[in-house]
Each structure stands twice: as C-alpha cells, then as structure tokens.
C-alpha cells in the first residue's frame, strides 16, 4: 500500500478502518494494472472532479474498486472517488502499462491550464506526474546500448561425428561378437552409455547457440532503439541550431513572439519520437523563441499567422480522440483556425479563453505537451481501429 494513501483519504475528513484501507489499495492496484487509455484518461477527469455523469468510467470504476476489495461498503460521497481515482493514476505511473502512465501524466499537467478549480481540495498530484514525466523521458533515452556482441560458437559437429562415429563402433562390436552374447552386452552398455554423454554435451551446445542467439536478438533491439534515439536527437539539435520554421519556411525570430510559441511547441513536437519528451524540451524551446522581454503572450495574438501550420481535419482528429478538454490551448486552437467567427470562441469546458495571458515560454511549454498526449492518444486510436 503507498505510504501516503491513508493521508489523501484523512484530507477529505474520512478516516477508513485499516482492513478496508489495504483492501481499497488492493483493489485499485488490480484496476490499475488493467486499465485502458481512455479508461485512464477518464480517471484524470474523475481526480479532477469532473461531473460523475460526463465520464463513462465512473460507474464501472466504483464497481471495480467495490468488487475488487470484497466489500458492499459504498463510496461516501464524490470526494472518496477522486481519492480513489487519483490514487490509482499514481499506481499507473508506479506500475502500470508505460504509454499510458505518460498518456496520463500528459493529461495531469496539462488539464490543469486555467483551472484553478475551488473544489480541488485533494492532496496536488500534479507533482507525481511531473516527476514521472521527467524521469520516464530520461529513462527512455538512456538505454545501455552494448558495443559489440561477442559470439563463441561451439563446435557442433565434433559433437555429431563424435555420435556418428560411435554408432559405426557399435555396428562393429556387435558384428565381431556374433558369436558371444556377454561381449555384445557389454559394448551396447558401453556404447550407451557413450552416446548419452555425447547426447548431453550436444544439447549442451545447443542450448549455448540459443543463448547467443537470444544475446544477439536484444543486442539488434538495443541498437535500434539506439539508432530511433539519436535519429531523434539529431533532428532536434538540427532545428534548434537553426531557429527555423519549416511550416512557414521562416525564421523563428522574425515571427511575432505568440505566433512563435505555437509554431516551436508544433515543430518540436513534430521531431520529439519517443514520449514523453527529452527532459530538456523547455530549453530547446527557450533557445528558439525571439524572447524580447514580453511579460505575456495571448492564443488569439497567434490565431491569424498560424492557421497555415494546421491540417484541415487536425480539429476533427483532436475531437475524435474525446481528449478536448485535456488539451485545452491546442483545443481552443483547432476549434478556431478555419475562419470561424467571434461567437464561436470555445472555452472547452475550461477556464481557456483565447485572451488569456500567459508567460511566453510557459504556452509554448504547455503547447509543446498537449501536442505529445495528441500525438499518443491518436496513435492509440489507430491501433484500435486498424
């Protein structure tokens, strides 16, 4: 059970029996090790307090966790489920399938955008979600890659002449001992006994051949996954060196510094592979932005200039993905790039209005993330479907 479970559940002024704690943990542990994307994805919209009736997993998660600890005890109120929920987000992280502890990690920080939401009055598990996505980004890009593999083939077929040799031995002793049944006895025992040695020694071999091969299989996976890394890398270094948009075929210094924040946080995420991003992706974007001194920088400021870099169907694919209100800056993005008027301003079910000021470096920042919970959350949807 996690060190802290029993104080998330006393913030809220309940205090469980410690049979029912340990099964609750129990139960929620189970749920979390089986959880789907958009199950998960749910679950960051129940610890948030989301409206039970708008998130489809809340009714089969109460079961689940009432199910799953043996008990009838019933939830006593909202807050016990967002407990229970944010709880089981941290045992994704801790051990739970890895694209979607950082599709929900992703989903933790960004949602939290312009909500600072008066009912929140769990334990901020928004700190458990960074740290994960910190050490996940370095972890994924710090894989132990081996030089070289060293290859010691045995020498298999000293051991099959050794058997074929010993069955020529044994055709002869059993002709030159026709006439003497103790001494065809004895050679056939012998020889027995000879060819399970050999037999041993060659299974020996065998299984040390299928080790090599089983050496060599993760020595090609690890130079792969080596070969994906620095290819990400490359590209990375490439455009931060030269502070160029390919999407406007412009650099990023003589673009308006809003419009700069959307465009850096889209290439950027275009080039990052493996997700979560590197640990350094907010210093990459702070080398490309013409940083001015601009204390703040609004969504609408970049509206205009920035409706080339979005595919016609981007606000239908973000909407097919059901993660609008996790994505809340590229949400009121999409929903506003394709010549829709002023009334059709969208706040996304959140506080996100394109007016809203933000810290340049922050937006590209948060920008920058919702792009990657894009990203995987379609990528996951094409797996589905295909």
């Given at each position: 059970m996690h060190d802290h479970f029993g104080d998330?559940?006393?913030?809220?002024?309940?205090?469980?029996?410690?049979?029912?704690?340990?099964?609750?943990?129990?139960?929620?542990?189970?749920v979390a090790r089986r959880l789907t994307l958009p199950d998960a994805?749910?679950?960051?919209?129940?610890?948030?307090?989301?409206?039970?009736?708008?998130?489809?997993?809340?009714?089969?998660?109460?079961?689940?966790?009432?199910?799953?600890?043996?008990?009838s005890a019933p939830m006593h109120n909202g807050l016990e489920l967002r407990i229970l929920a944010s709880s089981a987000l941290v045992g994704v992280m801790e051990r739970g399938e890895r694209d979607?502890?950082?599709?929900?990690?992703?989903?933790?920080?960004c949602s939290r955008l312009g909500n600072p939401d008066p009912r929140h009055t769990l334990p901020d598990l928004t700190g458990y979600a960074e740290e994960y996505l910190a050490v996940e980004g370095e972890r994924v890009r710090g894989t132990d890659?081996?030089?070289?593999v060293e290859v010691v083939v045995p020498d298999l077929l000293s051991e099959l002449r050794g058997i074929e040799e010993l069955?020529?031995?044994?055709?002869q002793a059993q002709q030159s001992g026709a006439a003497q049944p103790v001494l065809i006895n004895q050679a056939l025992g012998e020889g027995s006994a000879r060819i399970a040695n050999a037999s041993a020694s060659l299974a020996d071999k065998i299984n040390a051949v299928s080790a090599i091969l089983t050496d060599y299989r993760s020595a090609m996976s690890d130079w792969g996954e080596e070969s994906i890394i620095r290819r990400e890398e490359n590209a990375l270094l490439w455009w931060c060196a030269g502070r160029y948009s390919h999407d406007l075929q412009q650099p990023l210094e003589e673009l308006p510094l809003a419009t700069a924040c959307v465009v850096a946080a889209k290439e950027l995420a275009d080039r990052t592979v493996l997700s979560p991003g590197p640990i350094y992706a907010r210093a990459a974007l702070a080398s490309v932005l013409p940083l001015d001194g601009t204390e703040s920088v609004s969504i609408r400021e970049a509206l205009d200039d920035t409706r080339a870099v979005w595919p016609p169907s981007f606000g239908e694919h973000l909407d097919d993905a059901h993660i609008t209100d996790l994505c809340p800056a590229l949400a009121t993005i999409a929903r506003n790039t394709?010549?829709?008027?002023?009334?059709?301003?969208?706040?996304?079910?959140?506080?996100?209005l394109p007016d809203a000021r933000?810290?340049?470096?922050?937006?590209?920042?948060?920008?920058?993330?919702?792009?990657?919970?894009?990203?995987?959350v379609l990528l996951a949807l094409h797996r589905t479907v295909g």
């Open positions: 998330w559940y006393r913030v809220v002024s309940l205090d469980p029996r410690p049979d029912l704690l340990r099964k609750r943990w129990q139960a929620i542990d189970r994805l749910d679950l960051v919209r129940l610890s948030r307090g989301d409206t039970l009736d708008s998130i489809p997993y809340a009714p089969l998660f109460d079961k689940a966790v009432r199910r799953g600890d043996g008990t979607i502890a950082v599709a929900a990690s992703l989903a933790m920080v890659i081996p030089t070289s069955g020529r031995w044994l055709a394709h010549g829709m008027g002023e009334a059709k301003w969208s706040n996304v079910g959140r506080e996100v933000y810290r340049p470096l922050d937006l590209a920042h948060q920008l920058y993330r919702e792009f990657n919970l894009y990203k995987l």
